[in-house]
C-alpha cells in the first residue's frame, strides 16, 4: 500500500518498504518516506475530466527501518539519503538523530521541506505554498508513516503483503547476495516462494 500526499509542486510518498542486504544477506523493513517533484501536464478532455498527476522525480528519502534480526523498534537500520543522483539514492546517512528519536527527527524534515529540498540540490521553483501546507500536514503525515513502521508489521506475511508490489526488487535483491547462505530463508519465504516477475530496465 502506497499513501501520497500530494502538493502544488511536490509529492511525499509514504508506504512499508522490506530490504535484502547484498553484502551480508540480513534483513530490514519499516517505513519508507520519500519527496518527489510533481511534472506538470498538459491538460486532458473537459473542465471535469480527470487528469493526470504524475510525481516521478525523487528528491530525498527517509528509510526508518528495523533489522529483522535485532531489537524491534530500536530502528537499527534507520537512515535517510539527503539526495539523489537522477534516480539513483545518495550513499546511507546513519545520523544519529534518525536513529534516537526517528518520529521527532522526521517531523522536523517535513516542517521545512524547502530546505530539504534545498540541501538536497533540487531548491523548489516555488515553495512558499507547499512549504506551509507540509508542515500543517506533517502530524498526519508522521501518524501514517507510524502505521506503515516495522513495529506494526507483525509477520513475514504481512510484511509480504504490504510490499508486493515491490515484489520484483526484493528477487533482484536476492539475486545479488554475496552470502546466501546468511539468508533467513524463513523469514524471506514469501518472497522465496512468490514467482519472480520480468523486470525491465529503462534506458
Not at 10 to 29: C, G, M, N, Q, Y
Not at 45 to 55: C, D, F, L, T, W
Not at 138 to 148: D, G, K, L, T
Request: charged share 25%; proline share 8%.
Amino acid at each position: 500500500m502506497l499513501h501520497a500526499f500530494v502538493y502544488n509542486d511536490t509529492a511525499i510518498l509514504v508506504r512499508h518498504w522490506f530490504e535484502v542486504s547484498p553484502k551480508d544477506s540480513h534483513l530490514e523493513h519499516g517505513v519508507r518516506l520519500e519527496l518527489r517533484l510533481r511534472e506538470p501536464q498538459p491538460l486532458r478532455g473537459s473542465e471535469s475530466a480527470a487528469q493526470r498527476i504524475v510525481a516521478d522525480r525523487p528528491v530525498w528519502r527517509a528509510d526508518l527501518f528495523d533489522r529483522v534480526d535485532g531489537t524491534p523498534g530500536a530502528f537499527e537500520a534507520a537512515h535517510f539519503h539527503p539526495r539523489f543522483d537522477g534516480v539513483e539514492p545518495c550513499e546511507r546517512n546513519w545520523a544519529d538523530a534518525v536513529k534516537a528519536t526517528p518520529w521527532e527527527w522526521l517531523h522536523g524534515e517535513l516542517s521545512d521541506i524547502g530546505a530539504v529540498a534545498e540541501r538536497a540540490g533540487v531548491p523548489l521553483a516555488d515553495p512558499a505554498a507547499d512549504v506551509e501546507q507540509i508542515r500543517a500536514d506533517a502530524p498526519e503525515i508522521v501518524a501514517v508513516a507510524q502505521s506503515r513502521a516495522a513495529a506494526q508489521c507483525g509477520s513475514a506475511h504481512q510484511c509480504y503483503a504490504w510490499t508486493r508490489d515491490a515484489a520484483p526488487l526484493v528477487h533482484l535483491m536476492l539475486g545479488q547476495l554475496r552470502r546466501p547462505e546468511l539468508l533467513d530463508r524463513e523469514r524471506a519465504a514469501p518472497w522465496l516462494e512468490s514467482r519472480p516477475q520480468e523486470t525491465t530496465t529503462a534506458p
